[in-house]
């Protein structure tokens, strides 16, 4: 089967760094996304990973490793308003977006 | 440019009721995607439309139906509502679905079922 796994919530710091895994078992990749989603609100697009290695974006970095079905993302200096859902999609081989089921990231002062 | 838009935003039925969804694109997207997104579930993928056409199917019940208008403007209906159905039901738009295309959601509508 497919499957995304991705931790159910984290804790940070205002200020500090934290970093979100995600591993995936799918049929067929054809790269990795990192949506953000503000409770009661859309999911909104952070990142998009189809090669290995990291891709950095002001403070927000996503890496992938192929080979290990792994990725994450690394949120810098963080700030209150980061608190959110994280969420990891894989595109897999039929187009189909397979979803994680988010990381709740909750920042405190 | 005007996001993706979604009516209504919610929605109260109670069981054995349909429920037709409405989701307009971001104007020239072509794609439109439905998700059923629940507390600790997720996003499930429900189908895709491109041209009118569905593209692809995730694994709910025949209950969930949906459709796409020539304007990719998108409808998506349950009929004989459950409990169970009670979410938050997105649509995303994208130019054409392909493999490197980021989705842009919708605000969502809120369904409960009584």
């Known amino acids: 089967g497919q499957n995304i796994d991705q931790p159910t919530e984290m804790t940070a710091t205002e200020g500090a760094i934290v970093q979100i895994n995600c591993t995936y078992q799918?049929?067929?990749?054809?790269?990795l996304f990192w949506y953000q989603q503000h409770a009661g609100e859309a999911p909104t697009f952070l990142s998009y990973n189809v090669l290995d290695g990291l891709e950095e974006k002001g403070r927000f970095s996503s890496f992938l490793s192929r080979s290990k079905g792994y990725s994450y993302l690394l949120l810098k200096e963080l700030q209150m308003k980061d608190s959110a859902s994280y969420l990891c999609?894989?595109?897999?081989?039929?187009?189909?977006?397979?979803w994680g089921a988010g990381t709740k990231l909750i920042i405190k002062p | 440019k005007a996001g993706v838009t979604q009516t209504p935003r919610y929605l109260i039925k109670t069981r054995g009721q349909q429920v037709t969804l409405s989701c307009s694109p971001i104007s020239g997207h072509r794609s439109v995607s439905w998700y059923q997104q629940t507390p600790g579930q997720g996003l499930q993928f429900l189908f895709e439309y491109f041209s009118e056409t569905q593209r692809n199917k995730g694994n709910f019940p025949g209950r969930f139906s949906g459709r796409q208008f020539s304007n990719s403007r998108s409808e998506m209906n349950v009929s004989t509502l459950e409990l169970g159905d009670s979410a938050l039901y997105l649509c995303a738009s994208s130019l054409a679905g392909g493999f490197l295309e980021t989705q842009y959601f919708g605000p969502g509508t809120r369904l409960l079922v009584l």
């Open positions: 999609a894989v595109r897999a081989s039929n187009y189909q977006l397979i």
């Open positions: 799918t049929s067929g990749f054809n790269g």
